[in-house]
């Protein structure tokens, strides 16, 4: 549901092809309500849990009796039931479940292997090492490892060192997809279409598929559409949000509006829609459980 009004609010915002600062403010108050919401999830489950068990109780109660006619008289037989010869003192066995954070926490056990370790098993293997040594080597020195004991209570800098460097890999990957797309004349839909988009869903990919062989299908599949939601309503709401409120220096001019080619975002829509029946299909009525 949060990820439908979602793309119906990039619709709605998108609609006139210039975006308000007042449109740009409402997917920000959007995400924040679907954060709030996710972290009462658990709590507002259980309310309405609560109240329809409840209502099933409470219409039960009200349910007219059956009448003494209408009630079916099973004869009893001469034979006693097998259930009755079980030893009452027998001893069951109750195996815990494994858990499935067992296997995961044993891979996390032991210090994280050091960037500047020579691979020596082939000449391959040392060729990858060589092109990721300088980015390896940036991140060792300025992105907090939380693996390690002595930096653990440093998560919140390592998320946000983490981001700047998204951020700023972003930006570079963007701005060399733009020259490229001018040298060669390719249109920046295609790109944005192409090259960009493997570059925000390949990582994401990896992601649910490692969870997901972890056991936590859950959180892959909903790592698939949160990130979705992540996009539209933040790391689009934001930069509008920005660029909209400015105060222009010199005209003392308050705020702009941002121009935007909404070419096929119906047809965008109605694919973001699909896949979200897609996904509600092969999970209810295929027998595709989440486990």
Request: contains cysteine; aromatic residues 12%; charged residues 15%.
């Amino acid at each position: 549901m949060c990820y439908l009004i979602s793309v119906a609010a990039l619709v709605g915002v998108m609609e006139d092809s210039l975006i308000k600062w007042y449109e740009s403010l409402i997917l920000l108050v959007l995400y924040v309500a679907y954060i709030i919401l996710m972290f009462n999830n658990h709590r507002i489950e259980g309310f309405f849990r609560q109240r329809i068990v409840n209502f099933a109780a409470t219409s039960s109660e009200t349910s007219p009796l059956l009448d003494n006619k209408d009630n079916i008289h099973t004869p009893t037989s001469g034979y006693t039931s097998e259930m009755e010869n079980i030893d009452s003192d027998a001893e069951v066995t109750i195996r815990p479940p494994t858990d499935r954070h067992t296997v995961q926490d044993e891979e996390d056990e032991g210090p994280p292997p050091s960037p500047f370790h020579v691979p020596r098993d082939s000449w391959t293997s040392l060729l990858i090492w060589i092109l990721y040594l300088p980015s390896q080597a940036i991140f060792y020195f300025t992105i907090p490892n939380c693996k390690r004991k002595s930096w653990t209570s440093w998560y919140p800098l390592t998320f946000l060192m983490s981001l700047l460097w998204i951020g700023l890999s972003s930006y570079v990957l963007v701005w060399m997809a733009n020259n490229v797309g001018i040298a060669f004349r390719i249109p920046d839909v295609v790109l944005g279409y192409t090259v960009l988009a493997i570059g925000n869903s390949v990582p994401d990919a990896l992601a649910s598929v490692l969870v997901a062989r972890n056991g936590f299908g859950d959180m892959a599949i909903s790592n698939s559409i949160g990130s979705n939601i992540f996009d539209i309503l933040l790391c689009l709401g934001l930069p509008w949000f920005l660029q909209t409120t400015v105060v222009h220096l010199g005209t003392n001019s308050f705020g702009s509006v941002v121009n935007i080619y909404n070419t096929g975002s119906l047809y965008i829509a109605l694919m973001l829609f699909g896949n979200c029946v897609h996904i509600i299909v092969f999970t209810k009525d295929h027998s595709f459980p989440i486990r």
